[in-house]
């Protein structure tokens, strides 16, 4: 089946403790991204990667970290997460970057 | 970054009332896709739209990709209760891509 698998689904952590969301497709998709999504805003990208080793900042990029070590693979890292990081995050992957998208479940994410 | 507005933020509406909603930016996009979004998951695209001028049906929804590149609207005609969701429109401008802040749209039975 075609899916695209981000875990944890849920995360409570504390300022400054370094986490990672994984995400994961099997459709050898060239290009990757990430989404946060909070009330009022719709979904705001993250970071994206157009091939293995390629990745370009999204709208907001501020505190995050991506790698493309693999294509089936794109770590979300949060360094040094702070509070006005608490929301809901999507990995999405599709063939090229106007192509459908298909999102994973989200993480929602919790800093206090 | 470019603005995406997206209109109206919400509707409430009667099952079998037709609804429309739209997206306009302030520069041009190469594609136009509308999403729809239940609770607990992530988008789902109902529509994507490649040339200005493009006229898409997906059963009972329609979407258009507006002539200037700058706009598109879907409409849902002969709305029922599993319509219920969050609709999002989404351009790419180049190598990214935008989202609008989404429509909610509620239907009474």
């Known amino acids: 089946e075609a899916q695209v698998t981000q875990n944890p689904r849920y995360l409570i952590t504390v300022t400054g403790k370094k986490l990672t969301v994984t995400c994961s497709q099997n459709?050898?998709?060239?290009?990757m991204s990430w989404y946060r999504q909070d009330p009022g805003l719709g979904l705001r990208q993250i970071y994206y990667s157009m091939n293995v080793e390629v990745t370009d900042k999204g709208d907001v990029p501020e505190g995050y970290k991506v790698s493309r070590k693999e294509k089936r693979n794109f770590p979300l890292i949060l360094e040094s997460p702070s509070p006005n990081q608490t929301s809901l995050y999507f990995c999405?992957?599709?063939?090229?970057?106007?192509?459908?998208?298909?999102f994973g479940a989200g993480t929602r994410l919790s800093v206090l | 970054g470019q603005q995406l507005n997206q209109s109206p933020q919400s509707m409430f509406i009667q099952e079998g009332e037709d609804v429309s909603m739209n997206c306009t930016s302030s520069?041009?996009?190469?594609?136009w896709l509308w999403y729809k979004q239940e609770p607990g998951e992530g988008p789902v695209l109902l529509i994507a739209?490649?040339?200005?001028?493009e006229l898409t049906s997906n059963g009972r929804l329609t979407a258009q990709f507006g002539i200037t590149r700058k706009d598109s609207f879907l409409n849902i005609s002969a709305s029922i209760p599993s319509d219920v969701g969050i609709y999002f429109c989404a351009g790419q401008p180049n190598n990214d891509m935008r989202f609008g802040a989404g429509t909610r749209l509620t239907v009474k039975p």
């Open positions: 739209l490649y040339k200005a001028g």
């Open positions: 520069s041009i996009f190469n594609t």
């Open positions: 999405a992957s599709s063939p090229w970057p106007g192509a459908i998208q298909y």
């Open positions: 459709m050898n998709h060239e290009y």
